[in-house]
DNA sequence: TTATATAGTTGTATAATACAACTATATTGG
DNA sequence: CCAATATAGTTGTATTATACAACTATATAA
């Protein structure tokens, strides 16, 4: 069982995660959880609460207060549902396409700097291998 | 500049990170901040909050605080500096270690559940890519 | 048409962090 | 050699991200 690969895996993960959350503090406008937010509405479209909850893994709560933040700085408007008057989906503005760009764009820039000198190669390997991982856990969660 | 490999990993790193953190407040006794201060301890040995503050990329009154949970759970021993009274050091206690390894070992079974389809190759260049990030951040901020 | 379920908000609590003010001890320069 | 400054650590206060529980308003079902 001891295996080696994965005492590798757990080190470097811990690793990983604390440093970039405690640089990116310093990189970029927007928080985490804003950007992950506005993020989430920009590439799946309007949503309400409830959904957003569901698809970004949090407490309806938390998306609840963090959704008005954004309504506060115009990111997003709420839009009470035609439907179903208990309900609101949230759409980014314009305001909001644009922060989310800039935002994106310093993450970019950052990242662009620290990978400057890795091969193409394993910049797609990184993403790639990333990327499976998320894709396996969603697997074995979602049972 | 519009790097499809850089988005790729922009993308998956925010959903990496966020699932981890959301999911192993399940699984572990010990919260991270614990478990990281801790295995810095076992792994580097006694030292004070300034040093450690540094090595963690962290306050010293984060570290401070985080320190005085760990002895009050006599997990590590505040052990003062004979040679500068202003000093002490903390050094990991047996409970300490034993707490430590059942952690570590509960991190290494849910990830070993995780990636038990992923082949070898594929676990080994995960963990590689991973801490060749880590060195590359490292080598980048100090300057 | 009452009982129950659902969407969302708000109150409260907790954890991890930083910064600023402070105490106690060490070091240094006139 | 002692006064000024630097250093190690602690504690008060604030912020951010989160969850859970209680609540309101509306919709659905028995």
Redesign the interface.
Known sequence: ?S?Q??????R????????????EKQFNNLD?SA??LL?QLATYGPAGVKTLAQD???DISTVSRQASVLVDKKYVEKIPNPDDRRSYYYQITSIGSLELEEN?QR??DR?????E??S?E?????????????E??NE??DL
């Open positions: 069982m295996d690969h994965l005492d590798l895996i757990e470097q993960v811990t690793d990983f995660i604390r440093r970039i959350i405690l640089t985490r950007y992950i993020r970004l893994h949090l994106k993450r970019y990242l662009s700097g620290i990978l000198d890795w193409e394993d910049k797609e390997r990184f993403g790639l291998l990333l990327k499976k991982y998320n396996t856990v074995k969660l």
